[in-house]
């Protein structure tokens, strides 16, 4: 196999590596293949491509470094919160590429305090205009999603670049390097096919603005494995595209394992959506550690996704300090059209190609501890409720310190503040609890409203008052309990004394 050593083509640490890197990929390319090798250094960078075949592998104690000067990014095909679209090019980008991989022990750093800074102007209401942001917006000028979105930066065209993208690509490999400090989503994989990620650590600075780890966009057959996650949004999410412009690609993301991972704060542990609508299904999360993620399993979808998000199996998980260790919610309230507000109307809508389908969600052996906001949150749509979740050797406990905050267990139409409670269940049917126990520090155990066909086998409390009923119900049809649940203000209705 060829071995390109960077440091053949004149490289000096400290200096503009760009044109050697890129050289040094050319030529494995033209070779048939083999390794571009970084060794053992700071190597100063602007964006280059990969190509099929080859490796790119840093050693211990290498580091890329990459530029912060916008104008140094050439306008690509990407796609960008959902959109396909034109945007700045990846740092590191793989488009329509075959066997390529990112192995070694180095780091990859993208130095994306300039683009956050940018972020904050625009979330501020600032302007901002450069010859790149017009040279995109001439790029997406027949683009005409999305038409009132609340994303803050499509007004300006200042669509930052993930770290790593690879798009449209097969047998991709990304093992053991760090990966760091990106401008906007951390690593991207999109319309992806056999995919392997194991030994990465992803990191980015708590208040990252839209700084999720990695990004499973469209992508099939994915293994994710011993991992460590330490970012400033979801940490691990599958998406599929946003509204109109993913059904029309209509490329769901499915066949994806997610295990012997660590998720050390972050807005979710595993998260699903909110951009589904190409679909997600067939996924499996087993044996990680999330500890300090706001929400440990979380599924978000809306009015407009449309689409399914379906077959998902989550097993032996330990969660830590986590607002909602569980939260499910077809009612997400961000991204929607803001000039249509019946997409967070309370009444019943049309089901339509825009009804997002949630269902068959299984999840096993887990514990969590010192949660702060709710034990477990699911939220359907009145037209469209959450269908067939379980919930099966599950230990949820809520910190007993009062000084600690609660907040949203997730974010659905109405704003709901909860605070050391138990689980909260609203537009559910055929609903599953076996062998559950709920730890809260108030109300009951389990609260349902507009539910149907409930199974109920041995759910308890550990914390619960003689005077407090464990579960409490409204407009609940075919409510099933079996176990030794009978005794005295175990159930009661909604409203009775």
């Given at each position: 196999?060829s071995?390109f050593?960077i440091?053949?083509y004149?490289?000096?640490e400290?200096?503009?590596s760009t044109?050697a890197?890129?050289?040094?990929?050319?030529?494995?390319?033209?070779?048939?293949?083999?390794?571009?090798?970084i060794?053992s250094?700071?190597?100063?960078?602007?964006?280059?491509?990969?190509?099929?075949?080859?490796?790119l592998?840093?050693?211990?104690?290498?580091?890329?470094?990459?530029?912060?000067?916008?104008?140094?990014?050439p306008?690509?095909k990407?796609?960008?919160?959902?959109y396909?679209?034109?945007?700045?090019m990846?740092?590191?980008?793989?488009?329509?590429?075959t066997?390529v991989a990112?192995?070694?022990?180095?780091?990859?750093?993208?130095n994306?305090?300039?683009?956050?800074?940018?972020n904050g102007?625009?979330?501020?209401?600032?302007?901002?205009?450069?010859?790149?942001?017009?040279?995109?917006?001439?790029?997406?000028?027949?683009?005409?999603e999305p038409?009132?979105?609340?994303l803050?930066?499509?007004?300006?065209?200042f669509?930052?670049?993930?770290?790593?993208?690879?798009?449209?690509?097969e047998?991709?490999?990304?093992?053991?390097?760090?990966?760091k400090?990106?401008?906007?989503?951390?690593?991207?994989?999109?319309?992806?096919?056999?995919?392997s990620?194991?030994?990465?650590?992803?990191?980015?600075?708590?208040?990252?603005?839209?700084?999720d780890?990695?990004?499973?966009?469209?992508?099939?057959?994915?293994?994710?494995?011993?991992?460590?996650?330490?970012v400033?949004?979801?940490?691990?999410v599958?998406k599929s595209?946003i509204?109109?412009?993913?059904?029309?690609?209509?490329v769901p993301t499915k066949?994806v394992t997610?295990?012997?991972c660590?998720?050390?704060?972050?807005?979710?542990?595993?998260?699903f959506?909110?951009?589904?609508s190409?679909?997600?299904?067939?996924?499996?999360?087993?044996?990680?550690?999330?500890?300090?993620?706001?929400?440990?399993?979380?599924?978000k979808?809306n009015?407009?996704?449309?689409?399914?998000?379906?077959n998902?199996?989550?097993?032996?998980?330990?969660?830590?300090?986590?607002?909602?260790?569980?939260?499910?919610?077809?009612?997400?309230?961000?991204?929607?059209?803001?000039s249509?507000?019946?997409l967070?109307?309370?009444a019943?809508?049309?089901?339509?190609?825009?009804?997002?389908?949630?269902?068959?969600?299984?999840?096993?052996?887990?514990?969590?501890?010192?949660?702060?906001a709710?034990?477990?949150?699911?939220?359907?749509?009145?037209?469209m409720?959450v269908r067939?979740v379980?919930?099966?050797?599950?230990?949820?406990e809520?910190?007993l310190?009062?000084t600690?905050?609660g907040g949203?267990p997730?974010?659905v139409?109405?704003?709901?503040?909860?605070?050391?409670?138990?689980?909260?269940?609203?537009?559910?049917?055929?609903?599953r609890?076996h062998?559950?126990?709920?730890?809260?520090?108030k109300?009951?155990?389990?609260?349902?409203?507009?539910?149907?066909?409930?199974?109920i086998?041995?759910l308890?409390?550990?914390?619960q008052s003689?005077?407090?009923?464990?579960?409490?119900?409204?407009?609940?049809?075919?409510?099933?309990i079996?176990?030794?649940?009978?005794?005295?203000?175990?159930?009661?209705?909604?409203?009775?004394s």
């Open positions: 196999m071995l050593n440091k053949d004149h490289v000096q400290n200096t503009d044109a890197i890129q050289q040094a990929i050319d030529d494995c390319e033209k070779a048939g293949g083999g390794t571009v090798y060794p250094g700071t190597y100063h960078t602007g964006p280059f491509a990969l190509k099929s075949n080859m490796t592998y840093l050693d211990a104690g290498a580091v890329l470094s990459f530029t912060d000067d916008f104008e140094r990014y306008v690509v990407t796609r960008w919160s959902g396909v679209c034109q945007g700045f990846p740092l590191i980008f793989g488009e329509n590429v066997h990112i192995k070694g022990d180095g780091v990859i750093d993208g994306g305090q300039a683009w956050w800074k940018v102007q625009l979330r501020k209401g600032e302007h901002y205009q450069s010859p790149k942001t017009e040279e995109i917006a001439e790029a997406n000028k027949g683009f005409s038409a009132d979105t609340t803050v930066e499509w007004s300006s065209q669509l930052r670049p993930p770290l790593i993208q690879f798009f449209e690509a047998h991709v490999t990304i093992s053991g390097v760090t990966v400090n990106s401008p906007f989503w951390n690593t991207h994989l999109v319309f992806c096919d056999h995919v990620i194991q030994n990465v650590t992803f990191q980015n600075p708590s208040d990252t603005p839209n700084g780890g990695l990004d499973i966009d469209s992508c099939q057959n994915v293994r994710i494995s011993a991992c460590h996650f330490d400033g949004d979801d940490c691990v599958l595209g509204n109109q412009d993913g059904r029309n690609y209509g066949n997610v295990t012997n660590t998720m050390h704060h972050g807005h979710g542990g595993v998260v959506g909110s951009e589904n190409g679909g997600i299904e067939n996924i499996t999360v087993s044996n990680c550690i999330f500890d300090g993620t706001d929400r440990g399993i979380r599924i979808t009015r407009e996704r449309g689409s399914y998000i379906r998902i199996l989550v097993q032996n998980i330990m969660m830590d300090n986590v607002l909602c260790p569980v939260a499910i919610n077809s009612f997400y309230r961000h991204g929607v059209s803001k249509n507000q019946e967070l109307d309370s019943p809508a049309a089901v339509t190609e825009k009804t997002p389908v949630v269902e068959q969600i299984n999840i096993s052996h887990i514990t969590a501890r010192n949660c702060r709710a034990a477990g949150f699911i939220y359907g749509l009145p037209e409720p067939k379980s919930l099966e050797h599950v230990t949820l809520m910190t310190d009062e600690v905050p949203e997730d974010m139409r109405e704003v709901i503040e909860m605070a050391g409670e138990g689980i909260f269940a609203k537009y559910v049917e055929d609903l609890f062998h559950v126990e709920v730890k809260q520090r109300g009951p155990a389990l609260q349902l409203h507009n539910a149907k066909r409930i199974k086998d041995e308890t409390s550990t914390n003689d005077q407090e009923a464990i579960l409490v119900y409204e407009d609940t049809e075919e409510l099933h079996t176990g030794d649940v009978r005794e005295e203000n175990y159930l009661k209705k909604a409203g009775e």
